[in-house]
């Protein structure tokens, strides 16, 4: 199942807070950073169990990513993914002559992979360092 | 009017820095002097020899025109604060080109980068191509921009083209930028300039325009709530004196800075 | 069985986030972090990840066929400083959270290497900083907006989430000298798209369209002009509830707005900035108004302060001709990396492979990084040179400047291992190597 015409932002919480700081390369930040939080009514639509694996695709990029759902909505339409190496894959770099990259308000579409394996920092990361 | 005929010899791989290839400083000078005025190539600095062969001959400022050919779309500042001559750009050029000229012509034959005649104080600047953000600008800081002067865009220009750009009616002075297109923020925090677009246009045009002119002869994503409709037009007089016919809807604003406002939106009705 | 002695250190600053809060209690004992008292989640966090564990560096660490290898620290800094030299457009990047003689230092480097020196403003409040240079800011200090403030408003920014204790110690539930009733003297609003954790404890929400935010700034400044505007909603708000908020903010004693990435990072950036300190600015008029950007990092206003001292410009700032320019878009580190410009980076305390867009790290990885790190990040496992610093505010003193610009002073509270030097002692090391190499 998939969705598309969402909105995608990002930002800070606080679970995302204490994993970087409590380690940057555990699971535990795979856990705070590596998911896409969906408005409940959304998330119905993509009729699967949270937790699943999704794949997020903007035009920038595309990133795996657990699913959850949000304690922030209702919010339909949008879907939030937390600062880090997974929202970097797939946020605007273009900083229209300012300097900073436009990094909320991207439009996204969601398809799930359930047998998706969503990478740790440090494997996402590597996939950027050419062999 | 004479010609000095710079060739790029070799790509720079860094952005080169060219604020010396202007006819002012070409003025009254053999080519071998030429050849020895610094450039900065990321922090070495080099000279214009270095990366151009050099031909032809200078004059002084008014008969100088210097033409650039090869691909100097790395190359930024070429023209900076020219006064007079003609520079003709036979490809894409870097960031700054033009800016804070006050007299002369340059011309582009292809794309340019961001900042292209910011601060432009007089003269004329014709983009054939597409253009990037921050066209006939502000630099960081400063709230009087385009002073005089006219660019001419054929294609696109970016975000926040005309920047606090200024007029003086009484020293008549009216920069003016004609394009084919813009991004948003076209006319932020306009003192007078005179923008007029051919094709469409985003968001925020005229936002925080305290006076000044905006044409738009295509189609506007979304016109800013603080700007109120007041009537039709079919005929438009700018303040340089031309005339533009035309059903246009004309706006006053922006709103947001001020209950009245001599600042006027002009839409083509369809 | 031995009592291991516990030692309390009052009063001690937080080094997360730009609440810099500083009524921290840590309890040290045999070096270690036994206990915290006052601080969020995160600053615990913080203070115990100093413990020893496997994930911090203990030792500078060079890159040698694929793998890291423990080296000397003089061994270290001259392969760093052969890197920087050979470099023909350096990047020196991040300074955001360590402190102010360590950001000295930094721009000393910098300068004399005739490289680019930017700091995590540049992909945060950078656009905030901006706004100010154009059209200034009526700011003030939180120790007065908690004694005063009756209206508070939190736009694009949600404090229970990036400024967990900003809430109780400043801007809702604290008592103050003129608000004496804490949280029930005062009226909290939220304009944000999402009804977040802040949101939902404020007294007024306001939903409004994402990116928008520039169009309902400006027609909240047209209304409080007496406009009568044409739009029947804006940005996803409507007109009733535009004039409802106008009212709120002219009858207030003292209001303040507290904005973050929810105006930085979407489009228009440094507009909607500049668009909320104009509505700040004429709303003095009618009331006493202010505003504070919701700095992120616990010393990036101090990076900002420092550099601007030193150069004039607070961040995106480059040497190459040999004195300082700034350009935010042109000499802006995701700018810069998304053109491949640079040929080498130095990141001081910050972690730039987790936090730029994928296209600039791609291009950073393809040049040498060194990095001044004290745990595994990201950047750092990818770097080829390994500088392990003390923590700032943990291990080393030093000065910090909290989001209202106030300087605060950073306390020891610890020793750091052994081998582990304070940044600032880093890079005055590196300078120097650098000097001898290049014959000064």
């Known amino acids: 199942m998939s969705l598309k015409d969402l909105i995608l932002l990002t930002g800070r919480t606080i679970n995302q807070g204490v994993a970087l700081e409590g380690g940057k390369t555990t699971k535990e930040n795979v856990r705070a950073a590596g998911i896409c939080t969906f408005d409940k009514d959304d998330f119905k639509k993509l009729d699967c169990i949270a937790g699943t694996p999704v794949k997020v695709t903007t035009d920038h990029g595309e990133v795996l990513v657990y699913s959850t759902i949000t304690e922030e909505g209702p919010h339909p339409g949008i879907i939030f993914i937390p600062m880090g190496p997974w929202s970097n894959q797939v946020v605007n770099p273009d900083t229209q002559g300012c300097g900073t990259p436009t990094f909320k308000g991207m439009k996204a579409k969601v398809e799930i992979v359930k047998d998706g394996r969503v990478l740790d920092a440090i494997e996402l990361i590597g996939k950027l360092k050419e062999a | 009017m004479v010609e000095v005929k710079l060739k790029l010899k070799k790509k720079p791989k860094f952005p080169l820095e060219a604020d010396n290839i202007t006819p002012d400083n070409f003025a009254g000078k053999t080519l071998n002097e030429i050849k020895k005025l610094p450039l900065y190539h990321a922090k070495e600095l080099v000279t214009i020899g270095d990366f151009f062969d050099v031909s032809g001959k200078a004059e002084d400022v008014a008969n100088t025109k210097i033409i650039i050919d090869g691909d100097v779309s790395n190359v930024k500042r070429i023209g900076e604060k020219m006064t007079g001559g003609e520079i003709i750009i036979n490809s894409d050029v870097g960031m700054h080109v033009g800016n804070t000229m006050s007299g002369g012509k340059i011309l582009v034959k292809g794309n340019a980068d961001d900042w292209a005649g910011a601060m432009l104080q007089g003269g004329e600047l014709e983009i054939q191509g597409n253009a990037g953000h921050y066209i006939g600008s502000a630099y960081r800081g400063f709230w009087q921009g385009m002073q005089n002067g006219v660019i001419r865009v054929k294609g696109s220009v970016g975000n926040e083209s005309m920047l606090w750009a200024k007029s003086s009616k009484p020293a008549n002075k009216w920069p003016t930028l004609y394009c084919g297109s813009a991004s948003s923020f076209l006319g932020l925090h306009n003192h007078g300039g005179t923008m007029v677009v051919e094709g469409d246009v985003d968001r925020c045009i005229g936002a925080d325009q305290v006076r000044g002119t905006i044409v738009i002869k295509g189609t506007i994503s979304r016109i800013l709530p603080s700007f109120k409709k007041i009537d039709d037009v079919t005929e438009i007089t700018l303040p340089n004196g031309e005339v533009i016919t035309g059903k246009f809807a004309q706006y006053s604003g922006d709103h947001s800075v001020s209950k009245e406002t001599a600042g006027r939106l002009y839409i083509a009705i369809k | 069985m031995v009592q291991k002695k516990i030692i309390t250190n009052y009063d001690v600053l937080c080094p997360f986030c730009g609440t810099l809060c500083d009524d921290l209690e840590v309890d040290i004992a045999d070096n270690k972090v036994v206990e915290m008292r006052n601080s969020c989640q995160i600053g615990t966090k913080k203070f115990f990840s100093s413990n020893p564990s496997g994930h911090r560096y203990l030792k500078p660490q060079i890159k040698e066929k694929g793998s890291f290898r423990d080296a000397t620290w003089d061994e270290a800094l001259d392969k760093a400083a052969d890197i920087l030299i050979k470099a023909k457009r350096p990047l020196l990047y991040g300074f955001s959270s360590t402190e102010c003689e360590a ?338």
């Open chain 3, 103 to 440: 950001q000295g230092k930094g721009v000393e480097l910098a300068e004399y290497l005739r490289a680019i020196l930017d700091n995590t403003a540049s992909v945060c409040h950078g656009p905030s900083l901006l706004a100010i240079q154009d059209v200034g800011a009526p700011l003030s200090t939180l120790g007065e907006y908690k004694n005063r403030a009756d209206l508070v408003i939190f736009w694009g920014s949600n404090p229970v989430h990036d400024h967990p204790r900003h809430l109780s110690r400043y801007s809702d539930y604290v008592r103050g000298y003129f608000r004496k009733d804490g949280r029930n003297d005062r009226f909290i609003v939220v304009v944000d798209p999402r009804n977040t954790h802040t949101a939902q404890i404020a007294d007024l929400y306001i939903k409004i369209n994402p990116n928008e935010d520039y169009e309902l700034l400006n027609a909240i400044r047209a209304v409080l002009r007496g406009v009568e505007l044409d739009a029947k909603e804006v940005s996803g708000v409507p007109m009733e509830s535009i004039k409802e908020l106008v009212d709120i903010l002219k009858k207030c004693h003292y209001g303040v707005i507290f904005f973050g990435m929810g105006l930085t990072q979407t489009l228009s950036h440094h507009r909607n900035v500049d668009s909320a300190i104009s509505l700040t600015r004429e709303l003095n008029d009618h009331t006493k108004f202010l505003l504070t950007p919701m700095r992120g990092h616990y010393n990036v206003a101090g990076a900002n302060q420092v550099f601007t001292w030193n150069t004039g410009y607070a961040y995106s700032i480059d040497f190459s001709r040999e004195y300082a320019r700034y350009n935010p878009g042109e000499f802006s580190s995701v700018d810069l990396l998304m053109k491949d410009e640079v040929d080498a980076t130095l990141v001081v305390a910050s972690d730039p492979a987790s936090n730029f867009p994928a296209g600039a790290v791609r291009n950073m990885f393809k040049h040498p990084i060194i990095a001044i790190e004290p745990h595994h990040t990201p950047t750092s496992v990818y770097a080829d040179v390994i500088l392990p610093p003390a923590f700032a505010g943990i291990e080393c003193e030093g000065t910090a400047y909290r989001m209202d610009k106030v300087p605060l002073r950073l306390r020891k509270v610890k020793d750091a291992p052994d081998d582990c030097l304070p940044d600032s002692e880093i890079l005055e090391r590196l300078l120097e190597k650098v000097k001898e190499k290049l014959g000064e």
